[in-house]
T-cell receptor
Framework: GESVGLHLPTLSVQEGDNSIINCAYSNSASDYFIWYKQESGKGPQFIIDIRSNMDKRQGQRVTVLLNKTVKHLSLQIAATQPGDSAVYFC??????????FGAGTRLFVKA | DTEVTQTPKHLVMGMTNKKSLKCEQH?????MYWYKQKAKKPPELMFV???????INESVPSRFSPECPNSSLLNLHLHALQPEDSALYLC???????????????FGDGTRLSIL
């Protein structure tokens, strides 16, 4: 989706709780979706991806859910740890090599 | 450590200067990307090279000139930049297999550019 405003949406969770980060994507023709984590001073880091022929994919402590009907993507992080604190971006591949990033969500993990 | 190396990490330049940003990867990836990222915003795609040929130019002003001299290197030549061009410039690479673009990208840590 389009990025608007000066402030990133923020999610604050207690250490050990589960986190859910949501994303609305823009193009109904997009067929590949990725979640990236960006820590301060670093480039985005791949977390997990999903193709449009799936609605759920699990990794280590992370799960991505895809709802194509409402163009919605979510990232679930189990047992959130302080090291999970970062900005999380969803991204969609809209065809060819074109990738569009969502606005991002800042995750704070309270110890 | 990131597998995509960008140099320099920081760059300050005047509006009349010419400089270049460099990116290198040795993962055998044949797609390479330049993104621009402003503070508190997502990365915005600028250019994509596939097999060392320019595939995408997202209507980027001509004061930014990309170059892909070989499959491991990507450059971004800068000339006569404006203060609004100050940003973090990220390079990424990805393998090419099956559907183009349907592979995760590996990012460098970027070059933070300031235009005086």
């Amino acid at each position: 989706g389009e990025s608007v405003g000066l402030h990133l949406p923020t999610l604050s969770v207690q250490e050990g709780d589960n986190s859910i980060i949501n994303c609305a994507y823009s193009n109904s023709a997009s067929d590949y979706f990725i979640w990236y984590k960006q820590e301060s001073g670093k480039g985005p880091q791949f977390i997990i991806d999903i193709r449009s022929n799936m609605d759920k994919r699990q990794g280590q402590r992370v799960t991505v859910l895809l709802n194509k009907t409402v163009k919605h993507l979510s990232l679930q992080i189990a047992a959130t740890q302080p090291g999970d604190s970062a900005v999380y971006f969803c991204a969609e591949n809209t065809g060819g090599f074109k990738t569009i990033f969502g606005a991002g969500t800042r995750l704070f993990v309270k110890a | 450590d990131t597998e995509v190396t960008q140099t320099p990490k920081h760059l300050v330049m005047g509006m009349t200067n010419k400089k270049s940003l460099k990116c290198e990867q040795h993962m055998g990836h044949r797609a390479m990307y330049w993104y621009k990222q402003k503070a508190k915003k997502p990365p915005e795609l600028m250019f994509v090279y596939s097999y060392e040929k320019l595939s995408i130019n997202e209507s980027v002003p001509s004061r930014f000139s990309p170059e892909c001299p070989n499959s491991s290197l990507l450059n971004l030549h800068l000339h006569a930049l404006q203060p609004e061009d100050s940003a973090l410039y990220l390079c990424a690479s990805s393998p090419i297999s099956g559907t183009p673009g349907a592979q995760p990208q590996h990012f460098g840590d970027g070059t933070r550019l300031s235009i005086l």
